[in-house]
């Protein structure tokens, strides 16, 4: 039996069998009655629902949601949308699957830059930070979180949700702040600094093993709660940090969603509070909006509809 293309290349008449990431798993009772599985499988290039229609007494034993799969089945366009049906799955077995070509990090959905390229960027934009203590402040706080840093998504599944999201999103954030910071004269390095530490609660708000799920802890608190905290843990280690500077940076925090009703428990108050809001709101809509453009397979002018921009997109002839 043939091997399944890269889910990016999945096609209706595909079959065969492959390793996947069981993002989400999902027992459902369909309009007779009858029990199936309803799945979210994901490989590097993507992610794609899969159904269990048969066995599934049997086979909602064999795996669990968060592990790698081996799965058997065929794919099938439903309400004009693709799928996989499958017919059998399984967890991996590392060792003996690895005969067969099984790599983790296939199976995983993963930022389109090479992280060791995004974190040498983020490290030289930080070290490019003028004040001192700031600077002392920001690679402290990143080398703490390294590994985190490097691996963590961004969200669960609004965008940038995939391996190294989170540093994609700040990098992105960086950038577009610091061209709109130079353009109204907006002080660059509270920027930069709203960059890093805007979603850093995120470390510990989402927990992450390949799926992506909400902590115990942001659950009850939040990102921007927990961010705050690790603000303050960090001021108190470097020797002597200004209140008024921690005082600017936890304002950035608080309010980098823009608005009370958007979560932010209070409004932007200053230039660079603006610019970060501005700079976040934009980077998080685009990313939406390329992917619905990329993964929309619907017939006509318009996509369909999006359910958090709340709206269809245009698509363009092809020039």
């Not at 993002?23 to 994901?42: N, P």
């Not at 980077?283 to 709206?311: C, I, M, N, P, S």
Request: charged share 25%; aromatic share 6%.
């Amino acid at each position: 039996m043939a091997r399944l293309p890269r889910i990016a290349e999945l096609d209706h008449a595909a079959s065969g069998w492959g390793f996947f990431l069981c993002a989400r798993k999902d027992l459902r009772s369909g309009r007779s009655g009858t029990e199936y599985l309803d799945l979210i499988l994901q490989d590097a290039s993507g992610e794609i629902r899969a159904k269990v229609f048969q066995d599934v007494d049997t086979l909602k034993l064999e795996f669990d949601a968060g592990e790698f799969v081996k799965v058997q089945g065929r794919a099938n366009l439903f309400h004009g949308r693709l799928e996989i049906i499958l017919d059998k799955i399984r967890r991996v077995m590392a060792e003996r699957d690895r005969a067969d070509g099984f790599r983790e990090d296939d199976c995983i959905l993963s930022a389109p830059r090479p992280v060791d390229d995004m974190w040498a960027e983020l490290m030289g934009r930080l070290q490019n930070v003028g004040h001192p203590a700031l600077r002392a402040l920001l690679l402290g706080i990143a080398e703490q979180h390294a590994e985190r840093l490097k691996l963590w998504p961004a969200a669960r599944q609004v965008h940038h949700a995939y391996r190294s999201g989170l540093l994609e999103h700040i990098l992105k954030i960086m950038e577009v702040g610091d061209g709109i910071a130079a353009a109204y004269g907006a002080n660059r390095d509270l920027v930069v600094a709203g960059a890093l530490l805007h979603d850093i609660g995120k470390l510990h708000e989402l927990s992450y093993g390949g799926s992506t799920e909400y902590s115990i802890e942001g659950n009850l608190m939040g990102h921007i709660t927990i961010g705050v905290r690790m603000l303050r843990d960090a001021a108190a280690a470097v020797p002597d940090f200004p209140s008024e500077l921690e005082l600017q940076l936890a304002h950035l925090i608080l309010s980098h969603h823009g608005a009370l009703e958007l979560g932010s428990p209070v409004k932007p108050m200053t230039v660079e509070a603006f610019v970060l809001a501005a700079a976040d709101d934009l980077d998080a809509k685009l990313h939406q909006v390329r992917r619905h453009l990329a993964d929309d397979d619907t017939e006509g002018a318009f996509t369909a509809y999006h359910r958090y921009l709340e709206r269809v997109l245009y698509k363009p002839p092809a020039s």
